[in-house]
């Protein structure tokens, strides 16, 4: 939609992903399979098509979404000797790099919105360009919708998410949550047993947000795109987390800028977000968005602001405005294609 708007021809793969897209993880035996069986037929599907399209009419770009699952690297680097420049955006590598490594250097340039790890690319020998996520105006704005809840999370459940829910409800504030395995049993007996003994063989204890729960009634279904944008609305607060599902052997969180701290901001949101020292290179703590550090500081400040009208809406709308004016597609791409020498 955004290429679109900015005035491209856009040409898109048809092509059923439903099966690969499942099957990703080439570690994992099992899925391993499936590649080995599937990969080969999107790949030379993926280049008849491309062909066929550049024959009608040259392709300047090619730009994809792909794992190392989905496309063999050949391919990748024989679309980019037609003459036409390859690009891959991925936003995995925080913690699943090695399900992207293997194609990255087939590609002209790849996107790169973590930036800790463009080193990693480059020891691969691929040639990444810091590009921060984003969300689209047109998709992500404000509705004129009465306001319901103090404070709601949309998102899965994982990690340390349900800890700083229920203290938040511990603490009097109405905070609900939608999304997949809220109801799920608690806790997650084969997944907890594999934390508990990754953080025992760092030296840890068992931390308080293992064994979290939030009670079935403040627990939501998954919603549809539409009204996941209309819940920043609806809420008073919208909180946003910066930790990865995946608990790294040395025991510290891995934390990455969320394609959410931009679709949240751009939709009105008063949002309320896990520090990250990245993030504030996109939004200014306490006048554009407010940051937590822990479970004490997030129920402080929760309660300030909702106790504080005007503060929370000044900050609400700044938030907006800095997303509307710097955080679009529009000027991301603008960015990137300044940078490759593409216009």
């Known amino acids: ?33 499936y590649i080995r069986q599937h990969k080969p037929v999107l790949s030379e599907e993926l280049l008849r098509q491309v062909r066929l399209a550049h024959a009608a009419k040259p392709i300047n770009l090619f730009f994809s979404y792909f794992y190392s699952a989905h496309v063999d690297a050949a391919v990748i680097r024989e679309i980019g000797c037609m003459g036409i420049t390859t690009i891959n955006w991925y936003c995995n590598a925080s913690y699943q790099f ?41 998709v992500y704005k404000p509705y004129d919708l009465p306001i319901e809840y103090e404070a709601t999370f949309v998102g899965q459940r994982y990690g340390d998410r349900p800890y700083y829910i229920s203290k938040l409800i511990a603490a009097g504030i109405d905070a609900l949550v939608w999304g997949p395995h809220w109801h799920d049993p608690v806790p997650e007996v084969p997944l907890w047993r594999k934390v508990v003994r990754r953080l025992k063989q760092v030296g840890g204890g068992t931390p308080d947000w293992v064994s979290a729960r939030v009670p079935g009634e403040r627990c939501g279904p998954p919603l549809s795109d539409d009204e996941y944008v209309k819940m920043y609305s ?81 900050i609400r709308m700044a938030g907006m405005e800095r997303a509307r004016s710097e955080h679009t597609w529009h000027k991301r791409f603008e960015m990137v294609f300044r940078e490759i020498g593409l216009t």
């Open 234 to 314: 609806r809420s008073k607060i919208s909180l946003g987390f910066s930790n990865v599902a995946y608990i790294p052997r040395h025991g510290e969180p891995i934390k990455q800028v969320r394609l959410r701290d931009f679709e949240a901001t751009m939709s009105g949101a008063f949002y309320m977000v896990q520090h990250f020292d990245e993030l504030t290179d996109f939004f200014e703590p306490d006048r554009e968005i407010v940051c937590f550090s822990d479970a004490a500081e997030l129920v402080d400040k929760a309660r300030f602001y909702l106790a504080h009208d005007a503060e929370r809406e000044r």
């Open 98 to 138: 090695h399900l992207v490594q293997d194609i990255a250097p087939a590609y002209h340039y790849c996107l790169v919105p973590e930036k800790f790890r463009l080193g990693d690319y480059r020891g691969v020998g691929a040639n990444p360009i810091y590009c921060q996520e984003a969300a689209n105006p047109s």
């Open 1 to 33: 939609m955004s290429l679109r708007d900015l005035g491209h021809d856009v040409v898109m793969f048809e092509f059923d992903y439903s099966g690969i897209s499942t099957n990703l993880d080439i570690t994992c035996p099992a899925q391993a399979e």
